[in-house]
T-cell receptor
Framework: DGGITQSPKYLFRKEGQNVTLSCEQN?????MYWYRQDPGQGLRLIYY???????QKGDIAEGYSVSREKKESFPLTVTSAQKNPTAFYLC??????????FGDGTRLSIL | AQTVTQSQPEMSVQEAETVTLSCTYD???????LFWYKQPPSRQMILVIR??????QNATENRFSVNFQKAAKSFSLKISDSQLGDTAMYFC??????????FGGGTRLMVKP
């Protein structure tokens, strides 16, 4: 079945450590997105990519980095510069003017 | 910048009754799309219903329907015959230029038995 796979489901980060969240889609969508969700809050856009080898900062990009080397993959790295990384992270993909399809999310916590 | 506003942080409804969730948005465009997403406790984001702005007819999906008032920039979601499984956060969202989604802050709906 087509869909979006995020891994891992749970991730723990030590102080000063970079961690990478995986997002893979087999929907043949051009656009992919990363969102952050804090408890009881809405979604905030971190980064998005409309096409391979191109990506743009969203509203809260500081402390995060991404790459888009393949159409199917859009990994998110949470760097040590992100001082408050504990949150739920959602990846999504879409085609033009169509609703975004979401993965099941990754919950990141600080050790 | 586009904005989407959900003025009801929390709502509750008795099982089998009807509830309406409010959403207003701000745009200067004529061609845009509106959506309602549901986020149950599992945290998945599930598309509930969509509305194209150029269509005057309100969208309906089984027990879910919208009241789209384009002039008032209002897009409310009506859930009929509420079920316990409808308990979730509900997010209103819009797509304007390009593919960018703008989300509202969400409404937490509790369906009571």
């Amino acid at each position: 079945d087509g869909g979006i796979t995020q891994s891992p489901k749970y991730l723990f980060r030590k102080e000063g450590q970079n961690v990478t969240l995986s997002c893979e889609q087999n929907l043949n969508h051009d656009a992919m997105y990363w969102y952050r969700q804090d408890p009881g809050q809405g979604l905030r856009l971190i980064y998005y990519s409309q096409i391979v080898n191109d990506f743009q900062k969203g509203d809260i990009a500081e402390g995060y980095s991404v790459s888009r080397e393949k159409k199917e993959s859009f990994p998110l790295t949470v760097t040590s510069a992100q001082k408050n990384p504990t949150a739920f992270y959602l990846c999504a993909s879409s085609t033009t003017r169509q609703p975004q399809h979401f993965g099941d999310g990754t919950r990141l916590s600080i050790l | 910048a586009q904005t989407v506003t959900q003025s009801q942080p929390e709502m509750s409804v008795q099982e089998a009754e009807t509830v309406t969730l409010s959403c207003t948005y701000d745009t200067s465009e004529n061609n845009y799309y509106l959506f309602w997403y549901k986020q149950p406790p599992s945290r998945q984001m599930i598309l509930v219903i969509r509305q194209e702005a150029y269509k005057q007819q309100n969208a309906t999906e089984n027990r879910f329907s919208v009241n789209f008032q384009k002039a008032a920039k209002s897009f409310s979601l009506k859930i009929s015959d509420s079920q316990l499984g409808d308990t979730a956060m509900y997010f209103c969202a819009s797509i304007h230029a390009g593919n960018m989604l703008t989300f509202g802050g969400g409404t937490r709906l509790m369906v009571k038995p």
